[in-house]
């Protein structure tokens, strides 16, 4: 069964203090990872799409990774403004779309 | 600001009513899908249409149904309320190139 699986459930970090997000993925053909961000009571906001192992995509203070397994959100020097939670989401060659259930991240300023 | 509009904002309906919630996709976002999340959870699949067929479904039962029209717009039907169908019922669009979808800002159903 395709299954995602986010890590950590919740994260407090300082301002300033780098960390990571862990998305671990099983699915049947992988057509595409990928990352959102939300904040309460909107819907997700999209970041990125990545599509094979290896590949990697930057924006601003978040750069998303990708393997055959997992995929990882580095945060570099969060700011406040960046305290939501992170959705990863993958789908499968049947062209459906399985999400984990998050990291809430809090930044502390 | 999001090109995605979802209506109403918040629902209320009595266990056994039937709801039907709406979606206005960007102009040339021919794929629409549908998710239901509850609170502190993430999104679950209920399906996705591609100019106006449905092209993939979540593990969701046949009182969930929906429709896309030429417009761009979409619905989602549910029937036979269910206290567990209270939710946050979200609305995504995209051009269909594989690149990630663009999310409305979801209606609150609460079923009492």
């Known amino acids: 069964e395709d299954q995602v699986t986010q890590s950590p459930e919740a994260l407090r970090l300082q301002e300033g203090e780098s960390s990571s997000l862990n998305c671990s993925y099983t699915v049947s053909g992988l057509r595409g990872l990928f990352w959102y961000r939300q904040d309460p009571g909107k819907g997700p906001e999209f970041l990125f799409t990545?599509?094979?192992a290896g590949e990697e995509k930057e924006k601003e203070r978040l750069k998303a990774t990708l393997t055959k397994k997992e995929s990882f959100l580095h945060i570099t020097a969060p700011k406040p403004e960046d305290s939501a939670t992170y959705l990863c989401?993958?789908?499968?060659?049947?062209?459906?779309?399985?999400f984990g259930k998050g990291t809430r991240l809090h930044i502390l300023p | 600001e999001t090109g995605v509009t979802q209506s109403p904002t918040h629902l209320i309906k009595t266990r056994g009513q039937q709801v039907t919630l709406r979606c206005s996709s960007q102009s040339g976002h021919n794929t629409v899908s549908w998710y239901q999340q509850a609170l502190g959870q993430g999104p679950q699949f209920i399906f996705q249409?591609?100019?106006?067929?449905?092209?993939g479904r979540g593990n969701f039962p046949p009182r969930f149904s929906g429709l896309q029209f030429p417009n761009y717009s979409s619905e989602l039907n549910v029937n036979a309320l269910e206290l567990d169908d209270s939710a946050l019922y979200l609305c995504a669009s995209s051009v269909g190139d594989g690149e990630g979808y663009t999310f409305g800002s979801g209606t609150r159903l609460t079923v009492v």
């Open positions: 249409y591609y100019r106006e067929e449905e092209n």
């Open positions: 989401a993958v789908m499968n060659r049947d062209d459906k779309i399985i």
């Open positions: 990545l599509y094979s």
